[in-house]
């Protein structure tokens, strides 16, 4: 059972507008969410954070948002650049175990 | 520092032989992770250990896995026999807490079982 759902595998946006990656999660004690991002041949890398506590988190061109009554969180890039272009995976920890993963959405921004 | 380090990056071999993939983690950092990526399944944790000592192994496919960390500085996993449907990218990701957004992952193994 997905704990953390992305359903979007793809998403295409051309540069300078706004990117917009969903989430989903299933577990209301979930109190902190994370988005990171990955290059081909890379390993993925932490971007974002979010707690529970909060309904947003701004850094720089990116904003998470978080809806707990939906039990859903957003990721935004404003403006959207060719760089980044790359899978984004929303994460989350799940009590006694690690980070949990979604399956990730492909960014890929039109120049 | 030099990050999470793994090794192969890349493995061909063919059904039945047994893999060894190779981690060294970042120096402090008292949590280690195994992860493996999958078109359809995204990134799976495996195991994970802190302070060398195996915590959650519950996503370990089968018995055919297996993962040891004999010190701070160097982990494995193993996989024997293979099979084809282990092909995959797996990750190795280390960090000082286990559930803060602290984690560095390394570049990966890719993993192909002819």
């Known amino acids: 059972d997905q704990q953390v759902k992305q359903n979007s595998p793809s998403l295409s946006v051309q540069e300078g507008r706004i990117s917009i990656l969903n989430c989903d999660y299933t577990?209301?004690?979930?109190?902190?969410f994370l988005w990171y991002k990955k290059y081909p041949a890379e390993g993925p890398t932490f971007l974002i954070s979010i707690s529970s506590i909060k309904d947003k988190n701004e850094d720089g061109r990116f904003t998470v948002f978080l809806n707990k009554s939906a039990k859903h969180l957003s990721l935004h890039i404003v403006p959207s650049q060719p760089g980044d272009s790359a899978v984004y995976f929303c994460a989350a920890p799940t009590g006694r175990r690690a980070l949990t993963f979604g399956s990730g959405t492909r960014l890929q921004v039109q120049p | 520092d030099a990050g999470v380090i793994q090794s192969p990056r890349h493995e061909v071999t063919e059904m039945g032989q047994e893999v060894t993939l190779r981690c060294k983690p970042i120096?402090?950092?008292?949590?280690l992770f195994w992860y493996r990526q999958t078109m359809m399944r995204g990134l799976e944790l495996l195991i994970y250990?802190?302070?060398?000592?195996?915590?959650?192994d519950s996503g370990m496919p089968e018995d055919r896995f297996s993962a040891k960390m004999p010190n701070a500085s160097f982990s494995t996993l193993k996989i024997q026999p293979s099979e084809p449907r282990d092909s995959a990218v797996y990750f190795c990701a280390s960090s000082f807490l286990r559930n803060t957004g602290g984690y560095t992952f390394g570049s990966g193994t890719r993993l192909t079982v002819v």
């Open positions: 577990n209301s004690m979930f109190d902190y």
């Open positions: 250990f802190n302070n060398n000592v195996p915590i959650d």
């Open positions: 120096s402090g950092h008292n949590s």
